[in-house]
Protein backbone atom coordinates (compact mmCIF):
# COMPACT_ATOMS: atom_id res chain seq x y z
CA UNK A 1 0.00 0.00 0.00
CA UNK A 2 1.18 3.13 -0.96
CA UNK A 3 2.66 5.52 1.59
CA UNK A 4 0.73 8.52 1.08
CA UNK A 5 -2.30 6.98 1.55
CA UNK A 6 -0.96 4.99 4.70
CA UNK A 7 -0.17 8.53 5.89
CA UNK A 8 -3.04 9.85 5.02
CA UNK A 9 -5.25 7.17 6.70
CA UNK A 10 -3.09 7.36 10.16
CA UNK A 11 -3.66 11.21 9.97
CA UNK A 12 -7.34 10.81 9.69
CA UNK A 13 -8.39 8.23 11.86
CA UNK A 14 -5.76 9.51 14.84
CA UNK A 15 -7.69 13.32 13.88
CA UNK A 16 -10.94 11.65 14.40
CA UNK A 17 -10.23 10.24 17.95
CA UNK A 18 -8.88 13.20 19.59
CA UNK A 19 -11.38 15.51 17.79
CA UNK A 20 -14.34 13.64 19.14
CA UNK A 21 -12.56 12.56 22.34
CA UNK A 22 -11.86 16.08 23.77
CA UNK A 23 -15.39 17.56 22.53
CA UNK A 24 -16.74 14.23 24.20
CA UNK A 25 -15.33 15.87 27.47
CA UNK A 26 -15.57 19.48 27.52
CA UNK A 27 -19.55 18.99 25.96
CA UNK A 28 -20.08 22.70 25.38
CA UNK A 29 -23.55 24.22 25.05
CA UNK A 30 -26.17 23.20 24.35
CA UNK A 31 -25.77 19.95 25.80
CA UNK A 32 -24.16 21.86 29.05
CA UNK A 33 -22.06 19.78 31.67
CA UNK A 34 -24.24 17.72 32.61
CA UNK A 35 -24.17 15.59 28.95
CA UNK A 36 -20.70 14.56 30.54
CA UNK A 37 -20.27 11.29 31.83
CA UNK A 38 -17.58 8.61 32.55
CA UNK A 39 -19.92 6.38 30.14
CA UNK A 40 -20.65 9.03 27.33
CA UNK A 41 -16.79 10.05 27.07
CA UNK A 42 -15.60 6.81 27.25
CA UNK A 43 -18.07 5.47 24.37
CA UNK A 44 -17.17 8.54 22.05
CA UNK A 45 -13.64 7.53 22.42
CA UNK A 46 -14.36 3.52 21.50
CA UNK A 47 -16.55 4.82 18.45
CA UNK A 48 -14.46 6.73 16.97
CA UNK A 49 -12.32 4.09 16.96
CA UNK A 50 -14.47 1.38 16.10
CA UNK A 51 -15.69 3.53 12.38
CA UNK A 52 -12.16 4.59 11.91
CA UNK A 53 -10.95 0.87 11.86
CA UNK A 54 -14.12 -0.24 9.87
CA UNK A 55 -13.48 2.39 7.39
CA UNK A 56 -9.42 2.93 7.18
CA UNK A 57 -8.28 -0.68 8.12
CA UNK A 58 -7.98 -1.98 5.04
CA UNK A 59 -5.49 0.65 4.07
CA UNK A 60 -3.43 1.19 7.02
CA UNK A 61 -4.60 -1.56 9.27
CA UNK A 62 -5.92 1.41 11.61
CA UNK A 63 -3.71 2.39 14.50
CA UNK A 64 -4.27 5.35 14.94
CA UNK A 65 -2.15 4.83 18.18
CA UNK A 66 1.81 5.15 18.25
CA UNK A 67 1.81 2.24 21.06
CA UNK A 68 -0.01 -0.04 18.44
CA UNK A 69 2.69 0.68 15.42
CA UNK A 70 5.13 0.05 18.31
CA UNK A 71 3.53 -3.29 19.10
CA UNK A 72 4.21 -3.99 15.84
CA UNK A 73 7.61 -2.85 15.17
CA UNK A 74 8.47 -4.15 18.59
CA UNK A 75 7.71 -7.94 16.87
CA UNK A 76 9.17 -7.09 13.83
CA UNK A 77 6.06 -6.92 11.89
CA UNK A 78 6.92 -3.64 10.82
CA UNK A 79 10.16 -1.85 9.79
CA UNK A 80 11.40 1.08 12.44
CA UNK A 81 11.19 3.44 8.64
CA UNK A 82 7.25 2.50 8.10
CA UNK A 83 7.10 2.75 11.80
CA UNK A 84 8.26 6.18 11.97
CA UNK A 85 6.02 6.88 8.86
CA UNK A 86 3.00 6.04 11.19
CA UNK A 87 4.17 7.59 13.89
CA UNK A 88 4.43 11.17 12.32
CA UNK A 89 0.91 10.77 10.90
CA UNK A 90 -0.47 9.93 14.08
CA UNK A 91 0.96 13.17 15.74
CA UNK A 92 0.25 15.15 12.88
CA UNK A 93 -3.42 14.33 12.77
CA UNK A 94 -3.50 14.54 16.43
CA UNK A 95 -2.09 17.65 16.65
CA UNK A 96 -4.63 19.42 13.79
CA UNK A 97 -7.22 18.11 15.83
CA UNK A 98 -6.57 19.52 18.62
CA UNK A 99 -6.12 22.91 16.88
CA UNK A 100 -9.10 22.92 14.99
CA UNK A 101 -11.16 22.11 18.80
CA UNK A 102 -8.85 25.42 19.90
CA UNK A 103 -9.82 27.11 17.39
CA UNK A 104 -13.63 26.62 17.27
CA UNK A 105 -14.52 26.06 20.80
CA UNK A 106 -11.42 27.72 22.71
CA UNK A 107 -8.25 26.60 24.26
CA UNK A 108 -9.83 25.74 27.43
CA UNK A 109 -11.56 23.26 25.98
CA UNK A 110 -8.68 21.72 24.69
CA UNK A 111 -6.83 22.14 27.99
CA UNK A 112 -9.76 20.13 29.71
CA UNK A 113 -9.51 17.51 27.46
CA UNK A 114 -5.75 16.99 27.78
CA UNK A 115 -5.61 13.81 29.65
CA UNK A 116 -3.92 14.13 33.64
CA UNK A 117 -3.10 12.20 36.26
CA UNK A 118 -5.57 12.55 39.25
CA UNK A 119 -3.85 13.61 42.38
CA UNK A 120 -4.31 10.83 44.43
CA UNK A 121 -2.36 8.61 41.74
CA UNK A 122 1.14 8.71 41.98
CA UNK A 123 3.86 8.32 38.89
CA UNK A 124 4.85 5.39 38.81
CA UNK A 125 1.15 3.71 39.31
CA UNK A 126 0.06 5.73 36.75
CA UNK A 127 2.37 4.50 34.00
CA UNK A 128 1.66 0.89 34.88
CA UNK A 129 -2.36 1.52 34.62
CA UNK A 130 -1.60 3.53 31.15
CA UNK A 131 0.61 0.01 30.32
CA UNK A 132 -2.19 -2.48 31.26
CA UNK A 133 -4.50 -0.04 29.68
CA UNK A 134 -3.06 -0.49 26.06
CA UNK A 135 -1.75 -4.09 26.55
CA UNK A 136 -5.80 -5.14 26.66
CA UNK A 137 -5.68 -2.70 23.46
CA UNK A 138 -2.64 -4.19 21.35
CA UNK A 139 -3.40 -8.00 22.46
CA UNK A 140 -7.08 -7.31 21.07
CA UNK A 141 -5.55 -6.02 18.01
CA UNK A 142 -3.54 -9.02 17.12
CA UNK A 143 -6.15 -11.39 18.55
CA UNK A 144 -8.39 -9.54 16.33
CA UNK A 145 -7.37 -7.73 13.41
CA UNK A 146 -4.21 -9.93 12.89
CA UNK A 147 -4.95 -13.82 13.53
CA UNK A 148 -6.04 -14.95 10.97
CA UNK A 149 -8.11 -17.27 12.58
CA UNK A 150 -10.83 -14.85 13.97
CA UNK A 151 -13.59 -13.79 12.54
CA UNK A 152 -13.09 -11.01 10.26
CA UNK A 153 -15.90 -8.72 10.90
CA UNK A 154 -15.07 -8.39 14.54
CA UNK A 155 -11.90 -6.65 15.13
CA UNK A 156 -13.46 -2.79 14.38
CA UNK A 157 -16.08 -3.09 17.30
CA UNK A 158 -13.78 -5.17 19.11
CA UNK A 159 -10.74 -2.63 19.10
CA UNK A 160 -13.15 -0.06 20.00
CA UNK A 161 -14.96 -1.55 22.83
CA UNK A 162 -11.11 -2.10 24.24
CA UNK A 163 -10.63 1.38 24.35
CA UNK A 164 -14.17 2.12 25.83
CA UNK A 165 -13.26 -0.41 28.67
CA UNK A 166 -10.05 1.06 29.37
CA UNK A 167 -11.27 4.44 29.89
CA UNK A 168 -14.32 3.27 32.04
CA UNK A 169 -11.78 1.65 34.32
CA UNK A 170 -9.09 4.06 34.78
CA UNK A 171 -10.11 7.45 32.81
CA UNK A 172 -10.59 8.30 36.75
CA UNK A 173 -7.29 7.79 37.32
CA UNK A 174 -5.25 8.71 34.16
CA UNK A 175 -7.72 9.91 31.68
CA UNK A 176 -7.64 6.67 29.84
CA UNK A 177 -5.18 8.02 27.01
CA UNK A 178 -3.86 4.54 26.15
CA UNK A 179 -2.68 6.20 23.09
CA UNK A 180 0.66 9.42 23.03
CA UNK A 181 -0.82 10.85 20.52
CA UNK A 182 -4.11 11.49 22.53
CA UNK A 183 -2.15 13.01 24.73
CA UNK A 184 0.44 14.66 22.59
CA UNK A 185 -1.97 16.65 20.17
CA UNK A 186 -3.77 18.31 22.93
CA UNK A 187 -0.87 19.06 25.48
CA UNK A 188 1.12 20.69 22.42
CA UNK A 189 -1.85 23.15 21.07
CA UNK A 190 -3.24 23.90 24.80
CA UNK A 191 0.21 23.85 26.78
CA UNK A 192 -0.82 21.75 29.20
CA UNK A 193 2.44 19.39 29.38
CA UNK A 194 1.81 18.02 33.76
CA UNK A 195 2.79 14.27 33.88
CA UNK A 196 3.10 14.28 30.18
CA UNK A 197 5.43 11.66 29.85
CA UNK A 198 3.61 9.09 31.38
CA UNK A 199 1.48 8.72 28.43
CA UNK A 200 4.62 7.61 26.64
CA UNK A 201 6.11 5.35 29.20
CA UNK A 202 3.03 3.61 29.66
CA UNK A 203 1.44 2.95 26.90
CA UNK A 204 4.64 1.87 24.77
CA UNK A 205 5.90 -0.39 27.42
CA UNK A 206 2.17 -1.75 27.47
CA UNK A 207 1.95 -1.95 23.89
CA UNK A 208 5.39 -3.80 23.28
CA UNK A 209 4.68 -6.44 25.85
CA UNK A 210 1.45 -7.07 24.02
CA UNK A 211 2.67 -7.13 20.83
CA UNK A 212 5.46 -9.88 22.05
CA UNK A 213 2.88 -12.12 24.23
CA UNK A 214 0.29 -12.24 20.95
CA UNK A 215 3.33 -12.63 18.14
CA UNK A 216 5.13 -15.03 20.75
CA UNK A 217 2.66 -17.32 22.36
CA UNK A 218 -0.82 -17.19 20.90
CA UNK A 219 -0.50 -16.64 17.04
CA UNK A 220 0.20 -19.98 15.35
CA UNK A 221 1.12 -18.83 11.68
CA UNK A 222 3.36 -16.86 10.72
CA UNK A 223 1.73 -13.54 8.80
CA UNK A 224 1.27 -12.95 5.15
CA UNK A 225 3.23 -10.75 3.59
CA UNK A 226 0.33 -8.47 2.95
CA UNK A 227 -0.08 -8.80 6.75
CA UNK A 228 3.34 -7.89 7.71
CA UNK A 229 3.28 -5.03 5.42
CA UNK A 230 0.14 -3.55 6.08
CA UNK A 231 0.07 -4.33 9.95
CA UNK A 232 -3.48 -5.60 9.70
CA UNK A 233 -5.83 -8.33 7.95
CA UNK A 234 -5.11 -8.70 4.17
CA UNK A 235 -8.57 -8.58 2.06
CA UNK A 236 -6.79 -11.60 0.34
CA UNK A 237 -6.59 -13.90 3.64
CA UNK A 238 -9.36 -16.74 4.22
CA UNK A 239 -11.04 -15.76 7.47
CA UNK A 240 -14.41 -16.27 8.99
CA UNK A 241 -17.03 -13.40 8.29
Do not use: C
Not at 50 to 66: D, E, Q, R, T, Y
Not at 168 to 188: D, K
Amino acid sequence: MGGTKIFLAEAIGTFTLIFVGVLSITAGPPAGPAAVSLATIAFAHGLAIAVMVAALGAVSGGHFNPAVTFGFVATGRMTILRGLLYWAAQLLGAVVAAAVVRFTVGNAAVSMGTPDVAPTVGILSAVILEAIGTFFLVLVVFGTAVDERAPKSVYPMAIGLTITMSMMAIGPLTGGAVNPARAFGPALVSGHWTNHLVYWAGPLLGGALAGWVANGVFLEKAPTPAVAERGGPAPSEERAV
